[in-house]
């Protein structure tokens, strides 16, 4: 394999598979620093479809892992208004944007967990500026990774350390249905096509109620919405986009006050660079009342009192536990590849617009919108319909329709 050529598929198939950069339109980028190499063939790839500017900004997380050492943690968490101005004024001139997350598990571990949940404060408020241009605007934006040295030693430690990187490479590539040959572009309309068929079949059912058990313990019922709908019924945006690479999900928002029982994690979470592994939360009339957590429970507490809706969920997404990144068999550590190797769940801001105050019905609202991993290879999931028909969505961590 020519790993550089395959570098320049992989950048061109996120600019236009993923963002679908327009002629005449500027990309706001946030990169992680560790994958300054890439960011270039990326931007010449966005270039090439005609963007007007691609506008970086460098996230460096080990110069904010010094600086919330040392600094108070209202300054930390503080969005400046120069950080604002500077995407503010791009996303007014109709920029799409990208997140280009790079990982280094290890770099958070012996930061304490009070200044990991001010980095991520920080970095998520920021992030918010993005996401709500993106509701507002309409614009196309798209969250992708940048395999790093110290990501690939850390998820591949049987691999040598000169050999790890280029095998991530490979992985990515894979997880993203990108080979030497194919026709990215007609790779991915297919892979759309097929999600959006699925959901619209799910859809047809009138699910009200689904209902999660596994042998970890995970007992959760979650109401839906007349509204919750996985499928895309007819609507298309009006710039095609695809905002998660990779992605195996189909999804949708559930009722706000309507989530009772408890669910535990599946895979590790991620905030602020500090891994937190081994939890679960319990939840009464929508909201969780308790977090269950031998470590990061502090990270976790601050996260669901964040504001008045963080502790409510958003998003309901159904994974199959046997998809392509589960069966790879590698924990990637990253929220943005692990959720989609196992049903998954949202806390925070609901997917789509909110509901009309008058509305019966309630899609939650927050600043925050965090996705945690739920799927096991036993996870059972039954829907309830409208009529009251008990219906088996998942059997063995798998679809069942």
């Given at each position: 394999m020519n790993l550089d050529a395959m570098k320049r598929k992989y950048a061109y198939t996120l600019a236009r598979v993923g963002l679908n950069v327009q002629p005449g339109q500027p990309v706001l980028v946030e990169a992680a620093i560790e994958g300054a190499d890439f960011t270039p063939i990326f931007a010449e790839e966005c270039y090439k479809l005609g963007a007007s500017n691609v506008i970086v900004h460098y996230l460096d997380e080990p110069n904010m892992k010094i600086a919330a050492k040392y600094?108070?943690?209202a300054d930390v968490r503080r969005v400046e208004d120069w950080e604002e101005l500077q995407n503010q004024k791009y996303l007014d001139q109709g920029a799409c944007y990208v997140r280009l997350e790079g990982v280094n598990p290890a770099l958070m571990a012996d930061v304490p967990e009070a200044q990991a949940n001010a980095i991520?404060?920080?970095?998520?408020?920021?992030?918010?500026?993005?996401?709500?241009?993106?509701?507002?605007?309409?614009?196309?934006?798209?969250i992708a990774m940048i395999p790093t040295q110290a990501w690939a030693e850390y998820i591949l430690p049987d691999v040598p350390k000169e050999d790890a990187l280029e095998e991530l490479w490979k992985l990515i590539l894979k997880i993203c249905y990108i080979d030497e040959t194919n026709d990215v572009v007609a790779t991915w309309e297919e892979k759309s096509k097929k999600n959006n068929e699925r959901g619209l079949k799910i859809d047809s059912y009138h699910f009200r109620k689904l209902h999660?058990?596994?042998a970890n313990g995970t007992d959760l019922t979650v109401t839906l919405t007349p509204?919750?709908?996985?499928?895309?019924?007819?609507?298309?945006?009006?710039?095609?986009?695809?905002?998660?690479?990779?992605?195996e999900e189909i999804c949708t928002a559930p009722e706000?006050?309507?989530?009772?029982?408890?669910?535990?994690?599946?895979?590790?979470?991620?905030?602020?660079?500090?891994?937190?592994?081994n939890f679960g939360f319990r939840f009464e009339k929508g909201k969780v009342v308790e977090v269950i957590a031998d470590q990061g429970r502090e990270m976790l507490e601050a996260l669901v009192a964040m504001d008045e809706g963080a502790g409510y969920l958003g998003e309901v997404a159904l994974v199959e536990y046997h998809s392509p990144i589960s069966m790879s068999g590698v924990v990637y550590y990253t929220t943005l590849i692990d959720e989609n190797a196992s049903c998954h769940l949202a806390l925070g801001r609901a997917l789509g617009r909110p509901l009309p105050e008058d509305d019966p019905w309630t899609f939650n609202n927050s600043t925050?919108?965090?996705?945690?991993?739920?799927?096991?290879?036993?996870?059972?999931?039954?829907?309830?319909?409208e009529s009251g028909e008990e219906v088996v969505v998942f059997d063995q961590g798998d679809f069942a329709l």
């Open positions: 600094r108070p943690d991520f404060a920080h970095t998520d408020a920021v992030r918010n500026i993005m996401r709500k241009a993106s509701r507002e605007k309409h614009c196309q934006w798209l999660y058990t596994a509204y919750s709908k996985f499928g895309m019924s007819g609507w298309t945006p009006k710039i095609p986009y695809q905002p998660n690479i990779p992605t706000k006050y309507g989530t009772d029982g408890v669910v535990y994690a599946a895979k590790p979470l991620v905030l602020g660079g500090k891994s937190i592994e925050i919108h965090i996705d945690f991993m739920v799927g096991t290879p036993d996870l059972r999931i039954v829907g309830t319909t």
